[in-house]
């Protein structure tokens, strides 16, 4: 522009007079315009240079806040799962070494279900600024999504990884303030080597592996990835596949274990126990399937949908006999585990004051309020409540005092035991004295002898389960056993009497019933 106006200004005090003793044509008119005309050009030409320049700026800078945004997670300002598998890709590319480190959060969500999304985002900006910190220059730290971290880090061993693992976890244990609220979490992190031969996904896949490894060992520690994890970890997804899709399919079933009264020797109900009939033809106890079906939610379903076939097995069975069931402490979680009991009492027309609900010592470790609504919702209708597996677990005097429970049963871990062992007998003598002072009766599992059911009857239990009685069956061989008469003095019908009248002509389990 300055050129410009020099140009234009030394024009207009040379020109006059380097043509002024020139006589000029009648057209000399036309030469002053054109030489006006000559400086527009050039004006317009700078500012449309000017524009363009302007535009192709901003169009630039677009590009750069392009790149940025779709690179880039919001919350945190950390890279995100696009700008690591690329950061991942070039790593590969380039042959350099290196580790992805994967980091989760320990209970996250009980800090959002705590204090809101606002901390929850907060404290994800402060583990952002944790990882920025402690990770070497030239590291990716990637935020991949909700309280899932990563770190891409240039390494020619396991044990820079390691030692960068260990410093984020011991930041990340140090509460961290956010307004007036304290918030603490812990995290698990999952390390995998950059293999060239592997794609990014790949990667990815066995630093997710880790992770995985790493919860399952307790959370707030690392583990690398290794080849055996790996199939047992699909193995273990697959089972959970397997068990969801049962559920879906009414594979899972129930069996009846007969309930005797050792003072009259007679048959007084049945525990009914989950089995789950595969697609195989196998025949599977819970053993195999019960920690799986804890660990993804799929035993309330599953529990609910045997305890509905139960239900409806036994409701034309002897008015006498009762129906005892298992549910586990996580379904206690659910609030509405009431009236879903309820409601498969309302579909099955099944008596509530046949049905004996069955707890864990575990289920007192939930929500003790909740726990204690829904027992007393449960006794309000009439139903009775066993505390299951007493002695292993965490009940008290004082809990059996305040909880609504009808009913103790010993843990056959303390009968298998009973006569071999003179401390397992003074343990079994003491829990059954409690019970008489509380007015509680006790049920004994596991009895598989003569022996130990004398024993018993001597310490004063009421009831008794265990292969001396028989195995648990179907409810077909129940209830051909019942229309034979059966249900008298059982302690005639022995474990032979219920399995070797099979009606149905399915194959029996591997694990035996």
């Not at 984020?168 to 140090?174: D, E």
């Not at 969801?244 to 594979?251: D, L, S, T």
Request: hydrophobic content about 40%.
């Amino acid at each position: 522009m300055a050129a410009i106006l020099l140009f234009v200004g030394l024009g207009s005090q040379i020109l006059p007079r380097a043509i002024a003793g020139v006589a000029l044509p009648p057209s000399g008119g036309s030469l002053r315009l054109a030489f006006i005309l000559n400086i527009a050009i050039i004006l317009f030409g700078w500012r449309r240079s000017k524009d363009l320049k302007n535009a192709m700026d901003a169009h630039e800078q677009a590009e750069r806040d392009a790149h940025r945004n779709a690179n880039t997670d919001h919350s945190t300002g950390l890279a995100n799962r696009r700008e690591l598998l690329r950061e991942l890709s070039e790593m590969r590319d380039s042959r350099r070494s290196g580790t992805l480190l994967l980091l989760d959060l320990d209970h996250f969500k009980r800090v959002n279900d705590l204090h809101g999304h606002s901390v929850g985002d907060q404290l994800l900006r402060a583990v952002a600024d944790v990882l920025r910190e402690t990770a070497p220059p030239g590291s990716c730290c990637a935020r991949i999504g909700g309280d899932e971290f990563a770190i891409l880090l240039e390494s020619d061993g396991r044990a820079a990884a390691e030692e960068l693992g260990q410093k984020i976890l011991f930041k990340l244990s140090t509460p961290v303030r956010i307004g007036n609220i304290q918030a603490q979490v812990s995290s698990s992190i999952g390390l995998a080597i950059v293999d060239r031969s592997g794609s990014e996904e790949s990667i990815l896949h066995k630093a997710d592996v880790g992770l995985y490894a790493a919860k399952d060992a307790g959370r707030n520690c690392l583990a690398w990835f290794d080849e055996k994890m790996e199939r047992d970890l699909t193995s273990r997804l697959k089972l959970e596949e397997d068990i969801r899709r049962g559920v879906e399919a009414g594979e899972f079933v129930p069996f009846f274990q007969p309930l005797i009264d050792l003072a009259t020797k007679e048959l007084v109900g049945f525990e009914a126990l989950a089995r789950w009939r595969s697609r195989n033809g196998d025949l599977l106890e819970p053993e195999t399937f019960l920690e799986a079906a804890e660990r993804t939610g799929l035993i309330g379903p599953l529990s609910m949908s045997v305890m509905e076939q139960a239900l409806s097995d036994a409701r034309n069975w002897p008015g006498h006999l009762k129906i005892a069931v298992n549910v586990s402490p996580i379904q206690f979680r659910d609030p509405t585990l009431a009236s879903q009991i309820v409601k498969v009492l309302a579909s099955t027309g099944f008596p509530a004051s046949r049905l004996e609900i069955e707890i864990t010592e575990g289920s007192l470790l939930e929500d003790r309020a909740q726990v204690s609504t829904i027992l007393k919702s449960l006794k309000n209708l009439g139903i009775s409540i066993s505390l299951d597996d007493f002695g292993t677990g965490y009940a008290s005097l004082s809990q059996l005092h305040t909880l609504p429970v009808d009913r103790i049963k010993i843990d056959k871990s303390f009968i298998n035991t009973l006569v071999k062992s003179e401390r397992t007998s003074a343990i079994v003598q003491t829990i059954a004295s409690m019970g008489h002072k509380l007015n509680v009766p006790i049920t004994a599992e596991g009895v598989e002898s003569e022996q130990i059911r004398n024993e018993l009857s001597k310490l004063g239990c009421s009831e008794a389960q265990g292969w001396l009685f028989g195995r648990a069956v179907s409810a077909d061989t129940v209830r051909s056993f019942l229309e034979m008469g059966g249900g008298q003095q059982a302690t005639e019908h022995n474990a032979d009497d219920y399995v070797a009248k099979p009606v149905e002509p399915r194959r029996r389990g591997k694990f035996g019933s």
